[in-house]
């Protein structure tokens, strides 16, 4: 059967008019004042080491110095503070750590309970921090309306809370392609991601701790005496502890270089919406939004009133590579175009401003992971898939438990001391990640049925169910 995106595609003209004047260009980054770093030279030395300024770098950072603030604290990046998935990102902040009830319920029945409290608490714990330091992210407690846009996809919300039929749906969105939703109140903030990078990188330094930027790190050594030394090409840190934070970009760890793959994940911005263009969709609580399919959509506004419109698409590059070519995919960005306007026809004739994509480091259980390594003294946390807003903060927690050697609550869990099923070597993730892709897409058009591809990988603890 054809998706609801197909059955009621919009003309083409429309998606060329509306992509004519879009710049290749990340709207987030575009929007916040983004100051500079310098850059590691020389020996420097320090009791932490965090690699990484995304979300889970800074977090750390952060924190550490909220647990210790006499502690020495080193950030190093590549890049710049926030370049990453950090900036590019939904701005979707939200609770789960498990990427959603079935994944957990899949993966962890028994501390499921015990996930959930600590990712409530993570969240009301992000936005206390916001407001005690006075963080400029547009933190918005607003919850997602999760929307049914084909039949089958009703009965997979009638039991949740806050289920809405087709009616009260639309009265919040008016999209003619909701058929159902349900509105989930108070288990996501939406922020916008680079202004939280730029904020905790503004906070952390505020502490005490120091950022550089362009300041790839080459490799770890042992430094003796329970040392381990940092090094960048112009420069090196000797540290008591190291926290890796750098997410989708290869591991300075041989043992988790095949635990992530990297996806890319496309989103368009629109321009502002004018009063009445905003009067025909509603829209007025302000929700996130995400549709029900194995391949699906997330949207929201800004600020400013524009939609960002986001998903469906996640491709892999043959050999895993990272590249920002990668990033400029017109049919990625056309087909999100199309399913724009069948979602909001009465937006016709409205422009794109922004397109741009961003590596997600995905997972085979679809939820981070966490270890260490180097006796201890190293510890790391990857594999978000895409969930890492919030989750990044509760990530760096728990590095920080476990490089303190003592056991909490989240050292004791599971979920903390199993690693994923790794990925196979080339060529072998190519073709499964192709097969995977194939297999989500014919069933989202089989009415959600899965077939045996899916219900295998279902079985080997690979698969996943948005």
């Known amino acids: 059967m054809q998706t609801v995106f197909e059955r009621r595609a919009p003309r083409p003209s429309v998606v060329a008019h509306s992509l004519a004047t879009t710049r290749q260009s990340v709207f987030w980054l575009d929007d916040v004042a983004r100051p500079r770093h310098p850059s590691l030279t020389g020996s420097h030395a320090a009791d932490l080491v965090v690699v990484g300024a995304g979300y889970t770098g800074l977090w750390t950072a952060l924190r550490a110095k909220e647990r210790d603030p006499g502690r020495t604290v080193v950030v190093l990046d590549a890049g710049r503070v926030g370049w990453a998935a950090s900036g590019r990102n939904g701005g979707f902040c939200e609770a789960s750590l498990t990427h959603g009830q079935e994944n957990g319920l899949r993966r962890w029945p028994e501390e499921l309970a015990a996930l959930d409290a600590l990712g409530r608490r993570n969240l009301d714990e992000i936005g206390e921090t916001v407001q005690r330091y006075g963080m400029d992210a547009e933190f918005e407690r607003t919850g997602t309306l999760s929307v049914a846009v084909e039949p089958h996809q009703v009965e997979w919300l009638a039991e949740e809370e806050g289920f809405l039929d087709a009616a009260a749906t639309r009265a919040l969105v008016d999209s003619p392609t909701y058929l159902a939703g349900a509105w989930e109140r108070d288990e996501t903030a939406l922020v916008h991601p680079a202004k939280l990078a730029m904020e ?3 906070v952390a330094v505020s502490l005490g701790v120091e950022i550089f930027e ?27 502890s190291v926290a890796l934070a750098t997410n989708v970009f290869p591991s300075l760890l041989a043992r988790t270089r095949l635990l992530t793959v990297p996806v890319y994940d496309y989103v368009l911005m629109t321009e502002p919406l004018t009063a009445s263009q905003r009067a025909a969709i509603g829209w007025a609580e302000r929700q996130g939004i995400a549709d029900l399919a194995n391949q699906f959509h997330y949207y929201r506004q800004t600020a400013d009133g524009r939609i960002l419109f986001g998903g469906y698409d996640a491709v892999y590059h043959p050999g895993g590579r990272i590249r920002a070519r990668y990033e400029d995919r017109p049919e990625s960005f056309a087909r999100l175009a199309s399913h724009f306007f069948t979602t909001f026809p009465q937006l016709e004739g409205l422009r794109f401003t922004h397109k741009w994509a961003g590596a997600i480091d995905t997972c085979s259980r679809f939820c981070a992971f966490y270890g260490r390594a180097r006796k201890g003294r190293v510890a790391y946390a990857a594999g978000f898939t895409g969930l890492g807003v919030g989750a990044s903060r509760f990530g760096a927690d728990v590095m920080l438990d476990l490089l303190s050697g003592e056991k909490t609550e989240r050292t004791e869990l599971r979920m903390v001391r199993e690693t994923p099923i790794p990925f196979p070597p080339e060529p072998a993730a190519s073709i499964g990640v192709a097969l995977m892709k194939t297999a989500m897409d014919r069933a989202d058009h089989r009415e959600g049925r899965r077939g045996l591809f899916l219900k295998t990988m279902d079985a080997i603890g690979m698969g996943f169910d948005s």
Request: charged share 25%; aromatic share 0%.
């Open 200 to 202: 905790l990188a503004r």
């Open 214 to 240: 362009h300041s790839r790190v080459t490799r770890l050594e042992d430094g003796g005496e329970g040392a381990v030394v940092v090094r960048t090409a112009a420069g090196s840190v000797r540290a008591g």
